[in-house]
């Protein structure tokens, strides 16, 4: 018996939660989890919590039955985790994770610190959505769950060309890609196509932005007010980051939007030897080597003034 066959075996009612803000590999893990339960376990009771996902991932079977409240005095069974590095990171699931019975944790997050009953993780893999591909029975993968799983996959593996792409995440993505999964649709659909709004958004941001650290970082922030200007959500900020580290001679990316005034949500991406997670966890934040993320009040340039010296560490230079 399976790892993941042993534990749902032993829970009649079972939870599904993912970290805040959800991005591909959250929704693609916790959807695939969700319906390859519902499918192969029919007697098994399990819900899905999440916040609003983007709406491009809401092509994925059984989207619409993503619960946003928790219920009150509610006791599961089972609650099995995903693409969480801790059970702060679950948000407004959380006490549904301390009142379960059992829990599980899959994870490919460096700062996981094993926080569950039970815990697969794997800072190596791509993405939750391949750790969760190696627990399930390949045979009983439907079309369903293979894109669920697929859209994770390409989202943290920035279509297939990020580092953390590695032969078996090529050859997992092959297999959900004969389960039927129409992968260019999924690929434009979610990844590349942007709204107006996002495009303008997107420029402003690529125009405003300053590099510092003689060159090897780049930096810009946008503000409350700017997103409701040009009438976007923390939602349509996505890839903003990464377009900024694909700016040649840059090392670290550093892209910063207010949650509320003087206090910004900070994304980090490296291009190679920087291990951003390290940065991030230093600011009470975490990640993975190469993207990475934390929470820090004070103005824009407050934190950049804070970030040079941990950068600086990582670059083996003085800030």
Not at 49 to 73: C, K, N, Q, V
Not at 131 to 150: R, T
Not at 283 to 295: C, L, N
């Amino acid at each position: 018996m399976t790892m993941l066959n042993r534990i749902l075996a032993q829970a009649e009612e079972i939870a599904i939660g993912g970290h805040i803000r959800p991005d591909g590999d959250c929704t693609g893990s916790c959807m695939g989890m969700y319906q390859y339960i519902r499918e192969n376990y029919p007697k098994k009771t399990v819900h899905v919590y999440l916040e609003d996902i983007p709406e491009p991932y809401r092509f994925i079977r059984a989207t619409e039955d993503i619960r946003h409240e928790i219920p009150g005095g509610r006791a599961y069974d089972l609650f099995i985790c995903l693409d969480c590095g801790d059970k702060e990171r679950l948000g407004f699931s959380s006490p549904l994770f301390e009142k379960a019975k059992q829990t599980f944790c899959i994870d490919h997050h460096i700062s996981n610190q094993s926080f569950a009953d039970e815990n697969y993780i794997d800072p190596d893999a791509s993405s939750t959505s391949e750790l969760l591909y190696q627990l399930l029975d390949k045979d009983k993968i439907s079309k369903e769950v293979a894109e669920a799983l697929y859209l994770g996959i390409v989202h943290d593996t920035g279509v297939f060309q990020y580092s953390c792409t590695a032969p078996s995440t090529m050859r997992a993505a092959a297999d959900l890609m004969e389960k039927g999964v129409d992968t260019s649709t999924l690929i434009q659909n979610t990844y590349y196509e942007k709204t107006y709004a996002q495009n303008q958004v997107l420029g402003r941001a690529l125009l405003e932005s300053i590099l510092f650290m003689d060159k090897k970082c780049i930096a810009v922030y946008i503000k409350q007010r700017d997103m409701e200007f040009y009438g976007v959500t923390p939602k349509d900020l996505d890839g903003i980051v990464s377009h900024l580290r694909n700016t040649k001679g840059v090392e670290v990316a550093v892209f910063m939007y207010e949650t509320k005034p003087s206090e910004y949500k900070v994304s980090l991406r490296s291009s190679r030897n920087v291990d951003v997670s390290v940065i991030a966890q230093y600011f009470g934040g975490g990640g993975h080597r190469k993207a990475a993320g934390f929470t820090m009040t004070g103005q824009p340039l407050d934190v950049l003034n804070n970030l040079s010296p941990q950068i600086a560490l990582q670059l083996g230079e003085e800030a």
